[in-house]
């Protein structure tokens, strides 16, 4: 699939207001009457903490506190790709919105309140249904920021057909010596090819990586030292490695 045949998300918009501040800011009034810049940043804390929540209930001994932080860069790459979508609300979902800016809040309760639990998850987190890919690619691209320092300033051999980019790729994942998942090789290897062999991806690579970051981000977080010695045992890899025999994509 070619990624321009579809109507795209607008670029962010809309700059987030930390929780902290508007607490401060808000700390003297009951009932609030947000501006929507305020909502907006509230809702997409909504979004983030509820995408994440599942997830971060299956793991025994995690605390969200940990994980649910504004300083979070991994938390607030949700948080912005959350701020995108309300930047490009349209039709019954813009109208609802600006029904919900209109009445006054609770600020410590804001996230209790049954029409706000509501519209994240039906305007906001149903989206992905059709916008994951659009997630994956925003993840994908604030990943690669975070990453970029530990980038090893020589490129990978260039590879021409997607066979002998897994097939090269195969190889440095299992010569390293850092142990990585699964998802953290095709994660890796999404980051490589198109941050360093400056390859296109399609629509299923951001699908994946869309479901990637929405499964497993808290543990991206957690693991990002790893992650970076990781790319640099890769990229330091010999670069005439032999081309096994072609499998056909990453592994999952």
Not at 110 to 139: H, M, S
Request: proline residues 3%; charged residues 30%.
């Amino acid at each position: 699939m070619i990624l321009n045949e579809f109507e795209v998300l607008s670029p962010l918009k809309s700059e987030y207001v930390i929780y902290d501040e508007l607490k401060e800011k808000l700390v003297n009034i009951e009932f609030v009457s947000f501006s929507e810049q305020d909502f907006k940043s509230l809702l997409a804390l909504s979004f983030s903490i509820e995408l994440h929540g599942n997830y971060l209930e299956q793991l025994p001994g995690t605390d969200p506190k940990n994980f649910n932080l504004d300083s979070n860069r991994y938390f607030k790459i949700t948080i912005n790709f959350g701020l995108i979508l309300l930047d490009n609300l349209s039709d019954f979902k813009k109208e609802w919105f600006n029904t919900l800016l209109s009445k006054p809040y609770r600020l410590g309760d804001f996230f209790k309140y049954p029409e706000i639990k509501e519209f994240t998850q039906e305007a906001l987190i149903d989206q992905l249904n059709v916008r994951q890919w659009e997630y994956g690619r925003y993840f994908l691209e604030s990943f690669s920021k975070i990453m970029g320092s530990s980038i090893v300033k020589q490129p990978i051999k260039s590879t021409q057909s997607r066979g002998e980019f897994w097939d090269l790729m195969y190889k440095k994942m299992d010569a390293i010596k850092e142990p990585i998942e699964n998802y953290e090789a095709v994660l890796l290897a999404f980051f490589i090819k198109k941050h360093i062999e400056k390859q296109d991806l399609n629509m299923r690579d951001y699908f994946l990586l869309g479901s990637i970051a929405c499964q497993k981000m808290h543990l991206i977080f957690k693991r990002e030292l790893n992650l970076k010695q990781a790319i640099k045992e890769i990229v330091s890899l010999d670069q005439n490695l032999n081309k096994g025999k072609r499998r056909g994509g990453p592994k999952r």
